[in-house]
């Protein structure tokens, strides 16, 4: 039995992200790696492209990140 999931990405990345800078650790760097099939990738990279998030995005990459807070959010295309 699958959930639909629901809300808006990027609202969705901002809360994860404010609760990764609220983590009781010291570090240099906080990212998070999403890793995901073509279809899933495409949809996602276009509606962040959309929003005006990602302007520095290059179509012909495998990936790409975007930053929220102090939280790195890098997104892969996975061609298996």
Known sequence: MSKDKKGEILNQLALISDLLEK??????????????????????????????????MDEDSKTFTILIGDVSFMFSKNNV
């Open 23 to 56: 983590v009781n650790l010291k570090s240099e760097n906080r990212t998070v790696f999403y890793e995901m099939d073509e279809d899933e990738y495409d949809r996602v990279y276009e509606y962040i492209k959309s929003k005006g998030d990602g302007e520095d």
